[in-house]
C-alpha cells in the first residue's frame, strides 16, 4: 500500500514536499513516480525516480522545479516542489512499479502496479 501526504493549500511561488510511504512488499525493488490529477483533465505525469535513487525523469512543466527523491529505509519517496504556480493545483498521486529502471513505460499509468490514494494541493495567486 502507498500513502500520500503533505499537500496543502500554499501561495504561487512557494513549496510544498509530499511523501508517499509503502507498506507491505517493502524487500522488493520498485520504480516509483508521480502523477496529478487537475481539475477537468486526465491524470498526468509527473516524475519519477529508479530503486536506486537514480536517474529520475519529469514532465517537461515541473521539470527544474520539482524533484522526486527516496529513502529505502524509510520506504518513502518524496516530491519536493518549488516556486509552485497556480496551474500546479491538482491531486497528487504515487505510484509503482517493479524494477530498477526509468524509461518511456514510466509515462505509461498502466506500467504501475500500486497508486495511494492521492493528496490535494491547492495553489492560490
Known amino acids: 500500500q502507498l500513502q500520500a501526504c503533505g499537500g496543502g493549500l500554499v501561495m504561487s511561488g512557494g513549496s510544498l514536499r509530499l511523501s508517499c510511504a509503502a507498506s507491505g512488499h517493502t524487500e522488493d525493488t520498485y520504480a516509483m513516480g508521480w502523477w496529478r490529477r487537475r481539475p477537468g483533465k486526465e491524470r498526468e505525469f509527473v516524475g519519477a525516480?529508479?530503486?536506486?535513487?537514480?536517474?529520475?525523469l519529469y514532465e517537461d512543466s515541473v521539470t527544474g522545479r520539482f524533484t522526486v527523491s527516496r529513502d529505502n529505509a524509510k520506504h518513502t519517496v518524496y516530491l519536493q516542489m518549488n516556486n509552485l504556480k497556480v496551474e500546479d493545483s491538482a491531486v497528487y498521486y504515487c505510484?509503482?512499479?517493479?524494477?530498477?529502471?526509468?524509461?518511456?513505460?514510466?509515462?505509461?499509468?498502466?506500467?504501475?502496479?500500486?497508486w495511494g490514494q492521492g493528496t490535494l494541493v491547492t495553489v492560490s495567486s
Open positions: 505510484a509503482a512499479y517493479y524494477g530498477d529502471y526509468i524509461g518511456p513505460y514510466s509515462l505509461d499509468s498502466s506500467e504501475y502496479s500500486y
Open positions: 525516480i529508479t530503486y536506486s535513487g537514480g536517474p529520475w
